[in-house]
């Protein structure tokens, strides 16, 4: 297995508030990664640090290769009061390479539609971003981060709130994109997702709890003491 991203020893955070303690994990190349634990145990930050939008405080951080990672939010408030059809939210996945004052080229427009129509959102191409449904924003916001093209994609939760026929598209698109050579980290709250990656990370309070092949790592006792469940009577 050759890694994409490793971390070492790796601390990051917030001002005043320290969140992930000394983490020492490894991301596989062409393959996806699912990144599971509670509520506040720290999965949006390891997104944000591994596409370097959240710096380091102590370790290190490397990638294999030099591009850009794609990082695929959920929905925020600012970009759905923003004027912008969904054309222009996945033409804006271009503005990394195209530069954001640079007309798109004839295949940055082919990606675009490309992306959008994987994602089975051609027909709300010229509507409002501000006025579809979650499920609609969420496929919009995935195309965006195909639309980029890059090495390495980030999705935090990209599941969430979705029907099972959206999110069995999106478990398709990415494994499509894993096969083709995209190495993918998802951060989801979906253990039968987790599941069905390749290589799963658990953490907790900010810490890696374990990682490893699915069925190594998410055995019921971890998931019980993890999530700290009762056990079943
Ligand atoms: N912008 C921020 N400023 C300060 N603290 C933050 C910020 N974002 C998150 N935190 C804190 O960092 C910790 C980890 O948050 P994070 O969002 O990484 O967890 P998570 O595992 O993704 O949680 P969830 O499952 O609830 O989405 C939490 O204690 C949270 O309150």
């Known amino acids: 297995m050759q890694p994409q991203v490793v971390l070492d020893r790796v601390s990051a955070g917030y ?3 320290s969140v992930l303690k000394q983490l020492t994990l490894c991301v596989p190349s062409f393959a ?3 990144v599971v634990g509670p509520n506040g ?3 949006s ?3 944000g640090v591994i596409a370097g939008v959240i710096p380091v405080t102590g370790g290190s951080l490397e990638h294999r290769t030099p591009g850009r990672p794609s990082l695929v939010v959920q929905r925020s408030k600012a970009a759905d009061a923003l004027p912008l059809t969904v054309r222009d939210a996945v033409a804006m996945g271009r503005w990394g390479r195209r530069g954001l004052w640079r007309g798109l080229s004839r295949r940055d427009r082919d990606v675009v539609d490309a992306s959008m129509d994987r994602l089975g959102i051609t027909s709300l191409a010229h509507r409002q971003l501000g006025e579809l449904s979650g499920g609609q924003r969420q496929r919009a916001l995935v195309a965006q981060g195909l639309a980029q093209e890059a090495d390495l994609l980030l ?5 969430t709130g979705l029907d099972a026929t959206a999110r069995r598209l999106i478990a398709d698109v990415l494994a499509e994109m894993a096969a083709q050579g995209v190495t993918i980290v998802q951060v989801t709250h979906d253990l039968e997702a ?3 990656a390749e290589h799963v990370v658990v953490l907790q309070e900010g810490r890696l709890w374990a990682e490893g092949a699915p069925v190594e790592v998410l055995t019921d006792r971890a998931v019980e003491r993890v999530w700290r469940l009762p056990g079943r009577v």
Not at 155 to 159: A, F, I, K, T, V
């Open 41 to 43: 145990s720290g999965k």
């Open 194 to 196: 987790a599941g069905a």
């Open 45 to 47: 930050t390891l997104l």
């Open 32 to 34: 996806i990664t699912a």
């Open 155 to 159: 999705l935090d939760e990209p599941s």
């Open 15 to 17: 001002a005043n508030r």
